[in-house]
């Protein structure tokens, strides 16, 4: 089981960037693909980027590639979600997951994996 802390949300204006941090432990954390999701008032959660356990190869939803970004730092265990041009329908809790390997983010369920307890993203207009 893969243990996963979020931080770095708050609130900021359209327009604005945020970066997003998760913080992996636990025995075969650092073996996993790591990936971002989010959930927005009243949407379904949805997918945004992952990760490979290695950090050098990524997969994207197509509605944030350009300006998100995600990345790893395999020292710290640690996946981050770098988010430019922050626009009032980012609005989300966003979560982090862990999953064996990064083809399993191609699963279109959401409720597979490892899952942290969520940060608040609010975009202001």
């Given amino acids: 089981q893969v243990q996963l802390v979020e931080?770095?949300?708050?609130l900021?204006?359209?327009?604005g960037?945020?970066?997003?941090?998760c913080a992996a432990s636990g025995r075969t954390s650092s073996s996993a693909a790591m990936g971002w999701f989010r959930q927005g008032p009243?949407?379904?959660r949805e997918f945004l980027a992952a990760i490979n356990w290695s950090g050098t190869s990524?997969?994207?939803q197509d509605s944030v590639k350009g300006?998100?970004?995600i990345s790893k730092d395999n020292a710290k265990n640690t996946v981050y979600l770098q988010m430019n041009t922050l626009k009032p329908d980012d609005t989300a809790?966003?979560?982090c997951n862990a999953r064996p390997f990064l083809a399993d983010y191609r699963d279109p369920r959401t409720d597979f994996g490892s899952w942290g307890q969520?940060?608040?993203v609010t975009v202001s207009s």
């Fill in 67 to 69: 300006r998100f970004a």
């Fill in 12 to 15: 900021v204006q359209a327009g």
């Fill in 7 to 10: 931080s770095g949300g708050g």
């Fill in 118 to 120: 969520g940060t608040q």
């Fill in 58 to 60: 990524t997969y994207y």
């Fill in 17 to 21: 960037s945020l970066r997003l941090s």
């Fill in 93 to 95: 809790v966003y979560y």
């Fill in 42 to 44: 009243g949407k379904e």
